[in-house]
Each structure stands twice: as C-alpha cells, then as structure tokens.
C-alpha cells in the first residue's frame, strides 16, 4: 500500500510524518487511561510520557530505515525495470540491423547472379560483330532487366572491364547510365582524379568517370536526363548528339539537338565548356564555380543546372544554390530528389 501511494520520496516523507503524528496521539490518550487510580500520577506520567517518546523515537527511527529500505527498493526495481526495456530496445535494433544486412547481402547475391550470367554468354568466342560495348549492346542480346551488370574490356572504345547500371526500360531501353542521384549519402563534391575515374556504387549514386564517359562518347551517342522532384513528378530532357572531349582537352562538353519537357535546356549554357573539379577551375568566370558549386560539372559562370551539385533533403532542397538544379524547371534553388544521366548510340533501335 504505501508503496503504491508513495511514488517519490517527498511523498514518503509526508506521509512518514502523519503517520507518526498518528502514533503519537493513539499513545498519549492511552497513558492516562493505564495510570488510572494510582497514588504518584504526577510522576508516573512524566515518566510514561518519557517512555512513551523513547519508543515513539525508536519506532520513528524504526520507520525511517524501513522507508529508506524501501525506497531504495522501489529504486533499484525502477532501475531494473529501465535496463530491461533498454536491453530490449537493443535486442530490437540488433534485429533490424540483422535484417538490412541480409537485405543488402541478397541484393548484392543477385547481382553477382546476374554478372555471372553475363559471364557465361560471355564465354562465348567475341568477335568485333558481337564485342559488348555498352548496355545497348545487351539490349539487343536480350537483355532487357535494368540492374548493374559488367562489361567486359574493349579494346576498340579502349574501356576497362567496368561495372555498369543499364535502364532497358525508359524510351526504349539500353541506356547506360553515368550518373545518378537518389540516396544522397554519396558527396559530389569531389577532386579531378575522382571524377576521372568515377566513384561511388553502381547501386545507388555514382559517377562512371569522365574517362569512361569519354571512350563510350566514341560511338555518336544520345544523352537522356530524368529528373524527380519532391513532389514526385519527374521531366526529361533528351539531346540527339552527346559527346565529351579527352583529358587533355579536359572533357569538354558537346550536346545538341535538344527535346524534352524539362521547361528549358538548362545544359545548353554549359554547351561547348571544360569540366571544372574544387581542384581544377576551368569554368568561364573569375568565381570558381566548383567550390561554389559544391560539385563537378562543365561549370560556365556559373550553372543553369548543378546535376552534380548537393543532395538536399526534403524541408531543406529549397535553401540553396548550391543543390542539385535545374534551373528550366524548378529554379536556382530547388534541389531535386532524383537525377539519372545515361547515354546510348545514336543508331539505337529499340525493339518490342
Ligand atoms: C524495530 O524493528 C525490528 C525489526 O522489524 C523489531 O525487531 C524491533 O522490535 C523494532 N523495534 C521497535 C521499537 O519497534
Ligand atoms: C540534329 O537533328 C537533326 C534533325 O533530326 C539532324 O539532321 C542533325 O544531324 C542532328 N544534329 C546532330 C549534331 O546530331
Ligand atoms: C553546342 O555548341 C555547338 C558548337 O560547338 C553547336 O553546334 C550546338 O548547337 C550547341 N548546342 C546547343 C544545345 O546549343
Ligand atoms: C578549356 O581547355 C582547353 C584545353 O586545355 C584550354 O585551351 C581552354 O583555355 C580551356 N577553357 C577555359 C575557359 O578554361
Ligand atoms: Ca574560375
């Protein structure tokens, strides 16, 4: 009972104190009624009076170490109680933590499955006829489930074996992709040599590398960029030619013929311009684009789009010029959700 009515111990006090204002006046009316008839009643009750607060104080004290028992009790049962819930919570997060481990674990066995599929029609003898050289090359092989599969070495593009993310799905399929943007826990905000040769995973965001880019320009390609907003809608914007200069010429960038419903060609400005990196400013303004920026990109002075610019999150994509834009369709300072860049040849002919 009094456990349960006395949760603190200002309570415990409180009622330590009525409950000896109690005794005390349950004792005092009895003394007299004990002494009754007695010849010294001046002095016995004095005296009982005495008696009666020693054991008034002995009980008291009695109680007091009771309380304080029990109130160390009830504390220890309360800090019992704390860590089993934490234990608990951890057991929990420990669960969780098991189940997106298998998660990622399952992904990353499918795509393996998938590479050694690829592998295995592989084995077969490669002449120049039948070389794969890109996702469209695939494509045309059947392969038409967009995810990551690898690309074997060519020597007539002169590009590494390389892991790729194909979209065999949008306007046609056999789209290779060389950028995208979705996760955003990958920074963009990256030196020359990085960009030259690509960073992050193939699953989620990354840049395939300037030097990829450029020996895949090397058939006359076509350049497809989605764009997401957070309002879930999505625009594109498609160029017929696409095509990026070598190093030395440091990935120059050449795009016409565009079409789409993105509200402007916002890479139109960067048309006919260097790659710039935070260590290598080759934009055409005497700011340095690439530090302002927060990206690389085929800075002018400075952007019309930021593709490559700061992954924003949802409350904060509308604070900053720095983000990932698109100046046509949503401005200066509205950082998109999603961007997916990919090329494909030209003489692509989709099929049904
Ligand atoms: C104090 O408590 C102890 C243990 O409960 C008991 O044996 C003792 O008689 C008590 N003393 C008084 C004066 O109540
Ligand atoms: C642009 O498109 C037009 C019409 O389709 C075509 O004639 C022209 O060759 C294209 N330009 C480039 C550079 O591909
Ligand atoms: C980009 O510049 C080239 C000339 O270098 C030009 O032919 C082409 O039309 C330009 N592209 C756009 C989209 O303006
Ligand atoms: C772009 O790169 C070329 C080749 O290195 C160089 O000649 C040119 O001056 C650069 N343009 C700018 C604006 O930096
Ligand atoms: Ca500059």
Not at 54 to 67: D, H, P
Not at 248 to 263: E, H, M, Q, T, V
Not at 285 to 293: E, F, K, N, S, W
Not at 331 to 352: C, D, H, I, T, W
Request: charged content about 25%; hydrophobic content about 30%; glycine content about 8%.
């Amino acid at each position: 009972m009094l456990k349960k009515l006395c949760r603190h111990t200002i309570c415990l006090g409180l009622s330590l104190v009525l409950f000896c204002l109690d005794t005390a006046s349950t004792q005092i009316a009895k003394a007299p009624k004990k002494r009754t008839g007695t010849q010294s009643e001046g002095s016995l009750a004095n005296g009982g009076c005495c008696e009666d607060m020693r054991m008034l104080k002995i009980q008291v004290a009695n109680l007091t170490s009771l309380l304080g028992e029990l109130s160390r009790k009830h504390e220890s049962d309360w800090i019992n109680i704390h860590l089993k819930s934490m234990e608990l919570e951890n057991s929990k997060k420990v669960h969780e933590d098991r189940l997106l481990e298998a998660e990622s674990k399952i992904s990353e066995m499918n795509g393996r499955l998938e590479i050694m599929q690829l592998q295995a029609a592989q084995t077969v003898t490669q002449t120049t006829a039948d070389a794969i050289y890109d996702c469209s090359t695939l494509y045309k092989r059947n392969y038409k489930i967009s995810g990551v599969y690898k690309l074997p070495k060519d020597e007539f593009l002169g590009t590494p074996d390389l892991e790729v993310h194909c979209d065999m799905e949008t306007n046609g399929g056999g789209w290779t992709l060389i950028q995208r943007r979705k996760i955003g826990l990958t920074s963009f905000n990256r030196d020359w040599k990085q960009y030259k040769e690509g960073f992050g995973t193939i699953r989620g965001d990354f840049w395939l590398g300037n030097e990829n880019i450029f020996r895949l320009t090397r058939q006359p390609s076509v350049l497809r960029i989605d764009l997401e907003d957070w309002e879930g809608e999505t625009r594109y914007a498609e160029y017929g030619f696409f095509t990026i200069s070598n190093e030395r010429n440091n990935y120059k960038l050449f795009i016409s013929n565009y079409s789409g419903n993105a509200g402007g060609d916002s890479l139109r400005y960067h048309n006919n311009t260097n790659f710039s990196t935070k260590n290598k400013d080759n934009d055409k303004c005497v700011d340095d684009c690439a530090q302002l920026r927060k990206g690389g990109y085929w800075y002018n002075c400075c952007t019309d789009s930021n593709l490559n610019g700061v992954f924003y999150r949802y409350g904060e994509h509308a604070k900053s010029t720095d983000g990932i834009t698109w100046y046509g369709w949503h401005g200066s300072s509205y950082s998109l959700k999603r961007v997916e860049m990919k090329m494909r040849p030209q003489n692509f002919v989709a099929q049904n």
